[in-house]
């Protein structure tokens, strides 16, 4: 089946540093892959869909220049927080629908990332 | 729009039935999932359910869909321990995002 793997799972960085995520597509190609972000029990909050070789298009509310999204190849998404700040501590989630599979499939997600910033 | 929602939290004995309770608004979306998520852990895939069923069991999980209400429920037969986490129901409204409810917190208990 698809499988995405997301890395960091955890990560802990100072205000004002720049944190890179990475999600992959092990087995499948992802023309498309989304970017969520979940607050501590919460629901997931879609924030960026991330269009291989294009621009990523972002949620309302969501600002672009602090959370930079690049999908340089068809199984490699990455979400860069600039400039990071505590409020910007979340859960980080990725996702990805294997095209070659019926809907039924559904998404498969990353196992997360803990953004902690200090 | 795109609201989906849940109640928070569900409290069952273990062998007993679960039912989780899902309501969107979107009428467009084609297909609906239930997702599970465990602590500190992404989202699990359950089961789906297109929209023109009503019904759709896949061994101890049910899924009911009430288009005309907009209603969806899962229910989880003989639940376990192991059942404890976060369920999340998730529409496709007509597009390729996947908006996820508010999610139910379900608590197995001895």
């Known amino acids: 089946g698809a499988v995405v793997s997301q890395h960091p799972s955890r990560v802990i960085c100072k205000s004002g540093t720049s944190v890179k995520i990475e999600c992959r597509s092990l087995?499948?190609?992802?023309?498309?892959m989304f970017w969520y972000r979940q607050f501590p029990k919460k629901s997931l909050m879609l924030m960026a869909t991330?269009?291989?070789?294009?621009?990523?298009?972002?949620e309302q509310g969501v600002e672009k220049d602090k959370f930079l999204i690049n999908h340089a190849s068809l199984t490699l998404s990455t979400l860069t927080v600039t400039s990071a700040h505590p409020e910007d501590s979340s859960f980080y989630i990725c996702?990805?629908?294997?095209?070659?599979?019926?809907?039924?499939?559904?998404?498969?997600f990353g196992s997360g990332t803990r953004l902690t910033v200090v | 729009g795109e609201d989906v929602e849940q109640s928070l939290f569900l409290s069952v004995r273990e062998g007993d039935s679960s039912v989780i309770n899902c309501t969107y608004t979107d009428s467009s979306s084609t297909y609906l999932y239930w997702y599970k998520q465990e602590p500190g852990a992404g989202l699990q895939l359950l089961t789906y359910i297109f929209s023109n069923m009503d019904m759709k069991q896949d061994q101890r999980l049910t899924v009911l869909l009430n288009k005309k209400d907009k209603h969806l429920s899962l229910r989880i037969a003989d639940t376990q321990t192991g059942d404890s986490a976060i369920y999340f129901c998730?529409?496709?409204?007509?597009?390729?995002?996947?908006?996820f409810g508010t999610g139910t917190r379900l608590q197995v208990f001895p």
């Open positions: 991330s269009n291989e070789g294009s621009k990523a298009t972002y």
């Open positions: 996702s990805a629908r294997d095209r070659g599979l019926g809907w039924n499939y559904g998404y498969t």
């Open positions: 998730a529409e496709t409204p007509n597009t390729d995002k996947l908006i």
């Open positions: 087995d499948f190609q992802a023309t498309t």
